[in-house]
């Protein structure tokens, strides 16, 4: 991904431009084959406007992303359909995400049957295998009912066994628990983990929570009005924050082992900034407790500041 921006037109009665929402505005990042990559953030900061043109779903603005050596930007008809079988999207609300009058057969079915995977027998095979999968046996018993005879784990399942279906490169998940009982999150997220370690998926794991990244990724990247303002390996991003904002969210959980837990730290005050009318500078300036003025209010930071090697940082403190 390089120098992407997805912006959206704001209209009133549907015609009267009132606004710009810069949702992305400049990120640039790369994710490898096999690799777990976090994208955290608070909600509004961007996060499901990236993962939607990640998934070619929103077109960008400008910049170029890139899967395998090849332009999304350039893809369509066939090509597109091939590049979305290489993109599971696990989302957010998994009742939302699942037809309410369609068995979970059929839900499964269908984007076998759009991919033409035939014949029939073969089609249930993979179903069959992608419930197991993920746990949902017997099979042929979950294949005959509704979502709505599921609990939210269990609806949250059938989602990742549709996104499996067509054996991902990639799996995209927006939040992926972040509507169900606290109870069943960490099953589900270990099951996620399980099949990109199995699989060896790429994987963007998108949540507003940075408590669930530490077992699950290798990298995070911190999302900040648009644009990513840290990303480091996921242990350096914990232990040794780069930037005031990542500070902050990590004060929030009182994370008790952070090596700089002693030092007073920032905590995440004030309004996530607007994506209308974004602060000037450092985006963060009007929060941070270590703005300086006339430089943070002016000048944005770069997003590479390199404090180690694999850390970057989009902070004047750091240059
Ligand atoms: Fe704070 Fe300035 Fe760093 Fe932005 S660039 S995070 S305002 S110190
Ligand atoms: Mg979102």
Redesign the pocket.
């Known amino acids: 991904v390089d120098g992407l921006y997805t912006h959206f037109e704001l209209r009133q009665w549907g015609f009267l431009r009132t606004g710009t929402v810069h949702a992305v505005d400049g990120v640039t990042f790369t994710l490898d084959a096999g690799e777990a990559v976090a994208v955290v953030g608070e909600s509004g900061c961007g996060k499901s406007s990236l993962a939607r043109t990640l998934l070619a779903l929103h077109r960008p603005t400008a910049g170029s992303v890139r899967f395998a050596g090849t332009e999304l930007g350039a893809l369509n008809g066939a090509a597109l359909k091939a590049y979305r079988a290489q993109v599971g999207y696990v989302q957010q609300d998994p009742y939302g995400a699942l037809p309410p009058f369609m068995e979970v057969k059929r839900i499964l079915a269908e984007p076998l049957i759009i991919h033409g995977v035939r014949p029939r027998a073969e089609r249930w095979r993979r179903i069959k295998a992608a419930l197991e999968e993920v746990g949902l046996t017997p099979a042929a018993d979950v294949a005959a009912k509704f979502p709505h005879q599921l609990s939210g784990g269990q609806q949250q399942r059938v989602v990742i066994a549709r996104a499996l279906l067509l054996r991902p490169a990639m799996i995209i998940a927006d939040e992926p628990v972040s509507m169900l009982d606290a109870s069943v999150r960490v099953e589900i997220l270990n099951l996620l983990h399980r099949i990109q370690q199995e699989h060896r998926l790429a994987l963007l794991y998108i949540t507003h929570d940075l408590s669930t990244v530490r077992h699950y990724v290798d990298r995070a990247m911190v999302m900040y009005g648009g644009r990513i ?1 840290e990303q480091a390996p996921v242990g350096a991003l914990l232990q040794r924050p780069q ?3 990542t500070e902050a969210l990590l004060s929030a959980l009182g994370d008790p082992d952070a090596a700089n837990a002693g030092r007073p730290r920032p905590v995440p005050g004030g309004e996530a900034p607007s994506l209308i009318q974004p602060p000037s ?2 985006r ?2 009007p929060r ?1 407790p ?3 003025v006339n ?2 209010e002016l000048d944005p ?1 770069p997003p590479d500041f390199r404090p180690h090697p694999e850390h970057r940082a ?4 750091r240059e």
């Open positions: 303002i930037h005031p904002y500078g450092c963060y300036h941070c270590y703005a300086m430089r943070c930071p989009a902070c004047w403190l």
